[in-house]
């Protein structure tokens, strides 16, 4: 996994909630980099930040394995 200079992100387990575990920069910029490696790897953008994102009481960040699979929905809705 690609941690885009940010080590803390490469010890999560998918149990993990990114609020708990990273900072709120660092929530951004996985937000950020997620997208641009998306973009990089399918040659088109697709936006992951929407009104879910930061609730807390339905983030897919509040459980890494829900960002995984909410960034695979994404992609899959295109």
Not at 4 to 23: S, T
């Amino acid at each position: 996994m690609d941690t885009w200079g940010r080590p803390e992100l490469g010890a999560l387990g998918p149990e993990d909630n990114l609020f708990e575990k990273i900072d709120s920069f660092a929530v951004v910029e996985l937000l950020l980099e997620t997208e641009s490696e998306i973009e990089k790897a399918l040659g088109r953008y697709i936006p992951l930040a929407d009104e879910s994102i930061l609730d807390s009481t339905r983030s897919p960040l509040l459980r890494i394995q829900n960002w995984f699979e909410y960034v695979a929905e994404a992609v899959n809705r295109g």
